[in-house]
């Protein structure tokens, strides 16, 4: 037996601290429309773990079905190995909550709220100027909740979250109503509570912020996990082709779509590009025709192959076969 097989099977039988979030076979309904259908999924604590997919996809139910808020029709959810519904007081210090629709005391100043939170976890007092600092919300500090633009409003939200220190952390699209700075100073934020070990759960609709952020991400379609693994190995093992852009004028189009290896031709953005699965094959074919002054290139993206997974699956849930769950990172 080798040394890595005799270590994994001392763990088997040891068990090991519990995951951070473990869901068993979870489904929900509402009326007709089967919103989660058999989600079976292990998140590790100090995980970056991202949940991604369509509109209605059924990211919000199942997030809230993790965090307790909502009740699962079937199935099993263990946080740290306790079962968060029905609620147990003993978990809601080790876990923060991020909304869609978050309540915010309206008439509170922003400070005020957040302490108020704070206080309901017996948060130390330093924690609030800290986490309005962290949010970027140190200016907006006295001003009243109903006052606050809806982006200051959401990193509130994000602040009642993380003020407590928790070690789990759910965030439902934090960045939904964020400008583009906002946005990567949260993601600067996020950086520095994975660095420190925390378990963050993520829902987002920007598969560039699930490429820089997550360890794991998951995608669901029609209720269903369609594919989880890391953003690296999704990308590695895609379909989805990588893409060679020429300044027009270094080839006409007829001559690039007759290059041995160039399976489409587009002109896109000022460029002239030629998707292939051989940029390799491509890039010397065109360097003999023409030189590669101005040639660029751009491998496939987590995007890319979100597109290609969630087109081909979406609306086939019925008749799909059981969900894959892809290699381990
Ligand atoms: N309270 C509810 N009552 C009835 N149907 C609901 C309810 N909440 C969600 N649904 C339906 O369940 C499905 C999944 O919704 P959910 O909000 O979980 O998806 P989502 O992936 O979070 O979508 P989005 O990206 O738009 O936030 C959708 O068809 C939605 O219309």
């Known amino acids: 037996m080798s040394e890595v097989q005799a270590m994994s099977s001392a763990s088997a039988t040891t068990g090991g601290p519990p995951p951070a979030v473990r869901v068993e076979g979870v489904s929900k309904r509402y009326g007709d429309r089967l919103a989660v259908d058999g989600v079976r999924l292990e998140i590790r604590p100090g995980e970056f773990f991202g949940l ?24 099993t959810v263990a ?70 633009s809806g982006g200051q409003r959401q990193r509130l939200a994000i602040a009642s979250a993380l003020v407590h220190g928790p070690e789990l952390i759910f965030l439902d699209e ?17 950086r520095g509570l994975k660095a420190e ?18 360890d794991r991400i998951a995608i669901l379609v029609d209720g269903r996990i369609a594919v989880t693994d890391s953003p690296h190995n999704l990308v590695t093992a895609s379909r989805a082709p990588s893409r060679v ?11 690039a779509a007759a290059v041995e290896g160039v399976e489409r031709v587009d002109v896109q953005g000022g460029s002239l590009v030629l998707e292939t699965h051989t940029v390799g094959q ?48």
Not at 54 to 73: C, F, Q, V
Not at 174 to 190: C, H, I, K, N, S
Request: aromatic fraction near 4%.
């Open 52 to 75: 991604l997919g369509p509109n209605g996809a059924g990211k919000s139910t199942l997030i809230e079905i993790m965090e307790g808020l909502r009740r699962a029709d079937s199935g």
């Open 79 to 148: 946080l740290f190995g306790r079962p968060p519904w029905p609620r147990d007081t003993s978990l809601l210090p080790r876990i923060g909550v991020q909304t869609q629709s978050s309540a915010f005391f309206v008439r509170q100043t922003a400070h005020e709220h957040l302490r108020t939170v704070a206080a309901l976890y017996g948060a130390p007092r330093g924690a609030v100027d800290r986490t309005l600092e962290a949010v970027g919300l140190t200016g907006q500090r006295k001003v009243r909740v109903e006052a606050l």
């Open 174 to 190: 934090p960045t939904a109503a964020l400008d583009p700075q906002a946005r990567r100073d949260l993601w600067e934020v996020l």
């Open 197 to 214: 070990g925390r378990t963050i759960v993520y829902t987002t609709h920007h598969l560039d912020e699930a490429e820089a952020l997550c």
């Open 245 to 255: 852009l020429l300044p027009l004028g270094l080839l006409d189009a007829e001559r």
């Open 282 to 329: 491509v890039l010397s074919a065109v360097d003999r025709i023409s030189g590669l002054d101005g040639v660029q290139t751009r491998t496939a993206s987590l995007e890319d192959v979100y597109l290609d997974l969630t087109s081909r699956l979406s609306g086939t849930a019925a008749a799909a076969p059981a969900p894959a769950e892809t290699t381990e990172p």
